[in-house]
Antibody
Framework: QVQLQESGPGLVKPSQTLSLTCTVS??????????WTWIRQHPGKGLEWIGY???????YYNPSLKSRVTISADTSKNQFSLNLNSVTAADTAVYYC?????????????WGQGILVTVSS | DIQMTQSPSSLSASVGNRVTITCRAS??????LNWYQQKPGKAPKVLIY???ILQSGVPSRFSGSGSGTDFTLTISSLQPEDFATYYC?????????FGQGTKLEIK
């Protein structure tokens, strides 16, 4: 079965770029027309959809973050990545990668375990 | 953006109780509504998609209903492992949006 695993630094300084990678095992990110997604959860709060990539190159972002976010894919490594620039303390959150269903049906399964990223000097 | 509002925000119940959680969308979303369960320190897990379809492996005590703007998640007989936070999420349009969550606690 497909499994996802986030990786990256747990601490980022303000104004710098947050960079995370999601490694997918048990299935290819370039097959099945899935939408590979990033979602975050501020501490003790609800869930915020960040965006997705499909066909390895087409991405769509939450307008609230669009000016700062990039999602890309590396099919040779079966990974997709999140870059969020100019971070502030408000970007401190648990970041999850997840798979949206074929054709972007809009529900997410499976999810990675999540990675806490703290923005602090 | 479509706003999703859940009620109640928290709920105390006992094992064996029947509980219902409500989710309301700020505009009609047809049946594009999904429910997730999240336990502390874990990622959310999908329970129901498209308002009423039970995800494979999810116990049948969970059920979902509704269409348009009003939806419900029902747990017919609470089990100890059901105490968690539940989120609704609309998949009608992007950006995808979630409700604020309902924390289900043991009475």
């Amino acid at each position: 079965q497909v499994q996802l695993q986030e990786s990256g630094p747990g601490l980022v300084k303000p104004s710098q770029t947050l960079s995370l990678t999601c490694t997918v095992s048990g299935g290819s990110i370039s097959r099945g027309y899935y939408f590979w997604t990033w979602i975050r959860q501020h501490p003790g709060k609800g869930l915020e959809w960040i965006g997705y990539i499909y066909n390895s190159e087409t991405s769509y972002y939450n307008p609230s973050l669009k000016s700062r976010v990039t999602i890309s894919a590396d099919t040779s490594k079966n990974q997709f990545s999140l870059n969020l620039n100019s971070v502030t303390a408000a970007d401190t959150a648990v970041y999850y990668c997840a798979r949206d269903q074929t054709g972007g049906l809009g529900w997410f399964d499976p999810w990675g375990q999540g990675i806490l990223v703290t923005v602090s000097s | 953006d479509i706003q999703m509002t859940q009620s109640p925000s928290s709920l105390s119940a006992s094992v064996g109780n029947r509980v219902t959680i409500t989710c309301r969308a700020s505009q009609s979303i047809s049946n594009y509504l999904n429910w997730y369960q999240q336990k502390p320190g874990k990622a959310p897990k999908v329970l129901i998609y498209d308002a009423s379809i039970l995800q494979s492996g999810v116990p049948s005590r969970f059920s979902g209903s509704g269409s348009g703007t009003d939806f419900t998640l029902t747990i017919s007989s609470l089990q100890p492992e059901d105490f968690a936070t539940y989120y609704c999420q609309q998949s009608y349009s992007t950006p995808r949006t979630f409700g604020q969550g309902t924390k289900l606690e043991i009475k």
